[in-house]
């Protein structure tokens, strides 16, 4: 009966100020709190989203925080509204129920921008990510109807008075679900002002990628244990209890974790000693590609492929690596080709210069291609043209291709000729009837050697 007799007489409440002449005065307060409230979000999105994209710290979030600031801005001009119209003593029911509507959408918007920002990668939502968005709108708006219709009083004394045996303690269901969400909502804090302290730091521009990377992770980890050690002060947890914990840990490394150890100090370490860099090309093992990634346990490198490696931090630490940007991103490569003996070499090695010179990723001015004759072969003279480029992020094969064909074409215009191996077939003796060719049958001029072996009568 209680709390059908609160609905009741919020029912009344809400009627009678609909009958009241100041009704006015509060939907005038709401239209205008909302009107207001919408307006102020989006000139201040407007005003320093700009700052955001340019990198400004004033900026920093308004343009994804946009869409929880203006339900925010109207609870704000909502409650000034109620004190004011509760000063010149109008009633104020219809304003107490806007309040809670608006407050339910900023903590389910607050709650969905804070996911977003920390568990969205590149932009994507994934299902499982808008599932549990939707579930934690359905409660939002549960514990709004709990409140308005008063029931939220019974239901919590409801969970107070449940005991569960949890060992030698005794828990409540109110206590189990306070803790839950003050941790939840302490990490997820942490989480939120680690990734955005990252995201800051990446565009400090006079200081070295991996420096920024090391202040981001440390930064994150340190948030997240005074999230933890808060989190665990609130519940009542006794803070000695991290004593076992760290015996617990210390005992798993021992018999189980040591590579998992071992890849998160390597990647400190590769961060530290700034041997690899965002963006180097690198070879590893059977690996090679971009370094995109340096996370704490492992790198991410891109193939030119497009297909992405995980390699373990600790490989990058204890085995050898071939980095073709650590120093300097200038690279050396080579191609080769063979021109006929009677060829004037002075005059085809400056041919292929000139021919490598045309290609545009190959450097024109730092240090020019060079050519030389490598060996007499057996088909004819062997040269080899190297060149450099500056930008190996972009690969090898592309830019050998069109050396290789810049040269093909040089020799085409000036008439020089590419050997290729030619060979004879001679067959020594009297041939069997069933090898003999028909009287139609033109035997070809060009056939396979055979050594002069007069054993060999037949291929």
């Known amino acids: 009966m209680t709390q059908q007799q609160t609905l009741l007489n919020l029912i009344d409440d809400l009627t009678g100020d609909l009958q009241d002449p100041s009704r006015l005065w509060q939907i005038a307060a709401i239209i205008g709190s909302v009107v207001l409230g919408w307006g102020l979000a989006r000139l201040l999105k407007k005003r320093f989203g700009r700052q955001e994209v340019q990198g400004g710290m004033l900026g920093f979030g308004v343009e ?3 869409r929880v ?3 925010l801005a109207v609870v704000c001009l909502l409650a000034l509204s109620r004190v004011a119209l509760a000063k010149y003593h109008f009633h104020v029911n219809l304003v107490k129920v806007a309040l809670p509507i608006f407050g339910s959408l900023v903590v389910i918007r607050f709650a969905v921008y804070l996911l977003r920002r920390v ?3 590149h932009g994507q939502i994934s299902a499982t990510m808008l599932a549990f968005e939707k579930v934690f709108q359905l409660l939002v708006w549960l514990a709004f109807v709990l409140y308005i219709t008063g029931l939220y009083q019974d239901v919590f004394d409801f969970m107070d008075n ?3 045996p949890l060992g030698k303690y005794k828990v409540s269901l109110a206590d189990i679900l306070q ?12 989480l939120w002002a680690g990734a955005a302290l990252e995201e800051q730091l990446m565009k400090v521009q006079g200081m070295h990628t991996n420096l920024r990377v090391v202040v981001a992770r440390t930064a994150r ?3 997240i244990l005074v999230a933890v050690l808060m989190s665990l002060s609130l519940v009542g947890i006794d803070l000695t209890v991290l004593s076992v914990f760290g015996g617990a840990l210390g005992v798993g490394l021992g018999l189980g974790l040591q590579k998992i150890a071992s890849n998160y100090v390597s990647g400190f370490v590769i961060l530290l000693d700034r041997s690899l860099t965002i963006g180097d090309m690198i070879t590893v093992d059977k690996y090679s590609g971009r370094v995109t990634q340096i996370n704490t346990r492992y790198t991410v490198l891109q193939g030119l492929d497009g297909v992405e490696s995980i390699v373990p931090n600790e490989m990058l630490v204890s085995g050898a690596v071939q980095n073709s940007s650590l120093s300097s991103s200038m690279l050396w490569i080579s191609t080769k080709v063979s021109v006929a003996y009677d060829t004037d070499v002075d005059r085809v090695l400056k041919l292929l210069e000139e021919a490598a010179l045309t290609v545009d990723r190959v450097l024109k001015e730092e240090k020019l291609p060079s050519a030389q004759l490598l060996s007499f072969g057996a088909d004819g003279l062997d040269l080899q043209v190297g060149f450099w480029i500056n930008d190996p992020q972009n690969g090898r094969g592309g830019v050998t291709s069109d050396v290789n064909r810049a040269i093909w074409r040089a020799l085409k215009e000036n008439n020089i000729s590419v050997p290729f191996p030619q060979r004879e077939m001679r067959i020594l003796g ?7 060719a028909p009287e139609s049958t033109t035997v070809p001029k060009k056939t396979a050697v055979t050594d002069g072996n007069p054993s060999a009568n037949h291929v």
């Open 69 to 71: 600031m203006a339900p």
């Open 179 to 190: 803790a839950t969400v003050s941790v939840i909502v302490l990490l997820m804090l942490a």
């Open 221 to 223: 980890a340190l948030l």
């Open 119 to 121: 568990f969205a990668r």
């Open 162 to 164: 449940t005991i569960l």
């Open 430 to 436: 009297p041939v069997p009837e069933q090898f003999s």
């Open 64 to 66: 994804s925080f946009g």
